[in-house]
Each structure stands twice: as C-alpha cells, then as structure tokens.
C-alpha cells in the first residue's frame, strides 16, 4: 500500500505522463460512450456526402464521400483500437511471460529451444508478418489480435527471461527451493510478481504500436470488415485526399493522439517505477 | 584462419537454423492458405474435373506425404527456388529481385536520413540539456515518434503535391518521360524525396531520442570529467569525446530496426505507388498470391539476418573493446 502511494505519488508529479493520461481517458470515454451517441452503425449512410466539418450542425465532424457519420466513425473507432490495441498487448505479453520464465527458469535446453524461437519470431519482419498472418486466416477482430500479440511477445519473453534468470539464483529463492516447494508455485508466487514492473512499463508502450499496427493493416484493406477502425477511414479517405482531406486528417490526428497519450504514461511508468532511471 | 572470417563462419552457423525454421514456418503457413496453386488454376479455368485436378495435385507433388513436400519445398528454397506466381506467371525469385532495387533505395536513403538527422538532433538536444533547443527537438520527436506513417505520408502528398504543387506524388519516374543520364537520376530523386521523407520520420524520432539519451549517459562518466578537467572545450568534449561512444546504442539500434523498416516500407511504397517489394507484398495479398506474399516474407527475413551480420561486423572494427573471435 505504501509502495502504491509512493508510486502514485511520483507519477503525478511528472506532468507529461498526466497529460498523457488525460488524453487516454479522453480516448476511453468515447470509446464508452460510442454506443450512447452514435446508436447506430458507424457504416450507415445518414448524411449528404462530402459534408465538411462544421457544415451541418447534425454532422460536427462532417461526412464522407459516402455519407457516413464521420464523428460516429471516429468513436467506434476508439472502441476497436483500444480494444485490439490492449487485447492483442495482453496476449503478447501473456504468451510472452510463459515463454520467458520457462527459459529462465529451467535453462539448458529448454532456454536454448525457447530462445532460438524467440530469435526467430524476431528476425522476420513484424508488420510483413502481421499482413501474411492476418491475409491467410481472414481479417476479424480475433485474427488481428491474435497476429500482432504473434509479433509482439518476443520482446517481453527475452525481458522475463532476463529478469527470471538473475532472481532464480538469489537466497529466496533457493530458500524455497531448499524446502522443497514445487517450481510452478516458486514461478508464480516469488519469482514472476518481482519482474511485474518491467514488464508493465514495456507493455505499456506496446500498446502503443499494437494501435499504429492495427491502424496500418486496416489501412491496407486488412481490417475486420464488420468493425469501423480509424485506419480503414484513412485508407478510404485517400481516394478523396484532393478534394476532401479533412475524411483522412480527423481519424489520423485521433491515432496519433492517442499513440501520444500511451507513449507518455509509459514512460511516465517508466520513470515511476525506476526512480533510479529518472534522471536520464 | 583470419579472426573475422572464423567470426562471419560462426555467425553463419547460428543464422542458418533460424532461416530454416522461418522457412518450415513459411511451410506450414503456406498449407494453412486457403487454396492451393491448384485450385487457383482450376478456379480460373472455370472449373475442372475430378481427374484433371487430380492430375494437376501430381504435377506440383501436392498428392505426396507432408514430409516429402516439406523436404521438397526446402531443397527449393536451399537452391532459391521459391516457387511459381500464378498470378504474375513468373518464378517468385524473378517477381522479387525485380522489385529489391527500388525498396532498398527507398530504404537506404530514408536509414541514412534517419541516422544523420537523429544524431545531428540528439546531440543538439543533449547539448542544450533542459533549454528551448532540447525542449522543442523533444517535443517533436514525440510527436514523430507517435504518428501513424502512412497518414504522414498522405498529409506530406497533401502538402507538397496537392496543395503546393512541388513534388510528384506518386510512382518512382515519370510516366512517359523517356528520360536518360542526369535528367532521370533528377527525376527519380524529386520521385524519392516524399516516401524518403515519410518513412525516415519515424526512425529519425527514435533516433533523436536514442541519440540524446546515450549522449547524457556518456557524459556522465568519469573520463569527461577529466577531459573538462584538463581544459577541453566543450565543442571538443561533445564530439571528440563523448559522441564516438554515444554513437555504438545507435548502430545497435539500426541493426533492430532492419524489420520495422522494411515493415514500414509496405505502407510507404502503397500510399506512394513506390514500385517496390512492400508494394508488391500488398498487391500479393489482394490477389491472393500466397507462393508470392510467402516468399517475400521469407527473403525479408533473410535480409534482416544479413543485415545484422554486417553490422555486428561494422560494430566489432568501430569498437575495439568488442572482439569478432
């Protein structure tokens, strides 16, 4: 509790990392309240094409070259970015624990198996692998998450792994060891809880790039076609980029703002959590 | 034996067992592909029967074990055969060498704007620590560094094509120009600046941050001290001292990033007609061309290890304290 206070207490005091926070509840409450405000789906046609922001007192944000609500696209869309962007996170990091602490924890040929994997999920370029991974089993919310949490764990195995090898010689755990207790409770109870916070800064900030992946491939046409996401309002947009930019810029600034609020509580996270770090 | 050639041996040695397991992945992903070489061929023939696809599964060996396949499949890719596009009616390995030129160009020139300008911004960011200069570079890099890079690239043709009318938007030459010598090498560069640019933004952001980070952690080491002790200026503190070993994180980090770029390099090429293998990969994926997307996949992976077997090379003759033996 007082570990919680403290950490509370210096993360507030940075005022990027609030800031950033802000823009990630900002990010949040839309995506929460897309339902309320925009009851329908973001995919019907409501308005006249073409409506530019500020046009239509009804359409705030104006409509596309379709005539779809651009302000109901661009609040589902929060909805399906956050939620790809955590899920796939949480999936990643998941697979990425388990994969971490076996190796660190057993060595041998259990490291040199697991880690000559993750060497080689890290060698084959992550976004291409997305693409292929999310072209063969179709595009749905479920394949998307599931192909950037493929991508993404290898970082977070090769950081447990680290983190578990240097605790697996340390007296308490040997101590624990020495009596006797099994290795799945060592694993779980007194080895994994002490790599939490790194693991939380880094997954924090992949976050960040599960969102500007899963904007990248909805761009490319990869996107779950019954789900409206920032990205495939960009790339329909580019087809009207000349005449009407505003379709590509408003859902582009949404990505980059909240990229922007993720990257800052990471490292607002970061500097929390390492207090020996902060000055650097 | 030279202690670099025994190194690039060893080096090899560890590369090989994680190409082919990212070949035996390729494999397996390629079964997986909903369709075969032979259904497509069927399909376009407008349906076929039983027997003729019968016989065309034993023409491509698909009728055979999975064992015997996958043995097949990795003495073709051992001797760089990766397979027929029936899309494109050309041998894989030809579709990709065509289009490998124009991606690296893309790709080296945006690496080498990257690199120069986050290092010439990191040490002026560190230089002028907590100061406006530090504040805005910053500030910016921020902003860079979370900013979807095909949405930048839209704003950038927006910008300097739509609205201003400097630079062509699209494709790497102009159509038509039937232009030769120095008047075509202008062309493709006035082609190259905006996906260069587009693309560098992202790693010059990483760069710049990396770049000021490992500059202060230098400085914070006990020989800069003594060099300040000694009366070295600094002008001469900053870039004869500090910055040739701020420098190593960042030749690290472009052997990292080999991936992510050439990731990058698929939305780059698409939002910019950029004639090279991101656009073909995203062109594959629509035509269902999986022999084709695989393969690229394949020898991308191929050009990360190489990649990063030069660097460590590089690594080993910048640092003396790093021994390639």
Redesign the interface.
């Given at each position: 509790m007082q570990g919680l206070k403290e950490f509370l207490r210096r993360f507030v005091r940075n005022w990027p990392a609030v800031g950033g926070f802000a823009l990630l509840m900002i990010v949040l409450v839309m995506a929460l309240a897309a339902p309320a405000l925009y009851p329908g789906s973001p995919w019907d046609l409501v308005a006249q094409p073409f409506l530019w922001p500020g046009a239509d007192a009804q359409f705030r944000l104006g409509s596309d070259m379709m005539g779809r609500d651009l302000g109901a696209g661009l609040f589902h869309g929060a909805r399906v970015s956050l939620l790809i962007g955590f899920v796939a996170t949480l999936v990643a990091v998941l697979a990425g624990i388990a994969i971490g602490a076996l190796a660190g924890y057993y060595g041998g040929w259990v490291d040199d198996v697991l880690m000559r994997l993750t060497e080689m999920f890290q060698t084959i370029p992550p976004f291409i692998f997305a693409i292929v991974l999310v072209a063969i089993f179709q595009p749905t919310v479920a394949t998307i998450v599931l192909a950037i949490g493929a991508v993404s764990w290898p970082a977070v195995a090769r950081l447990v792994r680290g983190e578990v090898m240097a605790l697996r010689n340390r007296e308490f755990v040997q101590a624990c060891i020495a009596i006797g207790m099994n290795d799945a409770r060592i694993i779980f109870r007194h080895i994994l809880p002490n790599t939490l916070a790194p693991v939380i800064v880094t997954g924090s900030l992949m976050v960040a790039t599960a969102i500007l992946t899963e904007a990248g491939l909805a761009f490319l046409g990869l996107g779950d076609p019954n789900v409206m996401s920032w990205g495939t309002i960009i790339g329909a947009g580019r087809d009207v980029l000349r005449t009407a930019w505003y379709v590509t810029a408003i859902p582009g600034v949404a990505i980059l703002l909240t990229v922007l609020g993720i990257n800052l509580v990471g490292e607002g996270l970061n500097d929390a959590l390492n207090p020996r770090l902060r000055q650097k | 034996m030279p202690p670099t050639l025994r190194f690039l041996l060893r080096r090899l040695g560890q590369a090989i067992?994680?190409i082919l397991?990212?070949a035996i992945?390729n494999f397996f992903?390629l079964h997986?592909?909903?369709g075969d070489a032979v259904d497509v061929l069927a399909g376009e023939a407008g349906g076929a029967t039983p027997e003729y696809v019968a016989q065309l599964k034993a023409k491509f060996g698909l009728d055979q074990p999975m064992h015997v396949q996958l043995g097949k499949f990795l003495w073709n890719v051992a001797t760089l055969n990766l397979g027929f596009s029936f899309r494109h009616n050309m041998p894989v390995v030809d579709l990709i060498l065509a289009r490998l030129p124009a991606t690296l160009l893309l790709m080296i020139c945006a690496i080498v704007l990257a690199f120069s300008a986050g290092l010439v911004l990191g040490v002026t960011a560190a230089r002028n620590l907590n100061k406006a200069p530090d504040r805005i570079i910053s500030v910016m890099a921020?902003?860079a560094?979370?900013?979807?890079?095909?949405?930048?690239g839209?704003?950038l043709?927006?910008l300097f094509s739509?609205k201003l009318g400097w630079l062509p938007s699209s494709g790497m030459e102009t159509i038509g120009g039937d232009l030769s010598g120095a008047a075509r090498i202008w062309d493709v560069a006035r082609h190259l600046v905006l996906p260069a640019v587009t693309l560098a933004l992202f790693f010059m952001a990483l760069y710049t941050r990396l770049m000021r980070?490992s500059m202060?952690?230098v400085y914070g080491l006990d020989y800069v001290t003594v060099a300040r002790a000694k009366g070295v200026g600094e002008r001469g503190i900053a870039y004869r001292h500090v910055l040739r070993n701020a420098l190593l994180p960042m030749i690290t980090m472009l052997g990292l990033q080999?991936?992510?770029l050439?990731?990058?390099s698929?939305?780059v090429e698409?939002?910019f007609g950029w004639p090279g293998l991101g656009r073909l990969?995203?062109e594959s994926?629509?035509q269902r061309d999986?022999n084709l997307?695989?393969g690229?996949?394949l020898l991308?992976?191929a050009l990360?290890?190489l990649v990063n077997l030069l660097i460590d090379l590089l690594y080993a003759r910048l640092d003396p304290r790093i021994e390639v033996a």
């Open positions: - | 067992p994680i397991g990212i992945f992903l997986m592909a909903p921020l902003l560094y979370a900013t979807p890079i095909f949405w930048i839209l704003m043709i927006l739509v980070a202060l952690e080999v991936g992510s050439l990731g990058g698929v939305l698409t939002v990969a995203f994926v629509f999986y997307l695989l690229i996949l991308s992976s990360v290890v």
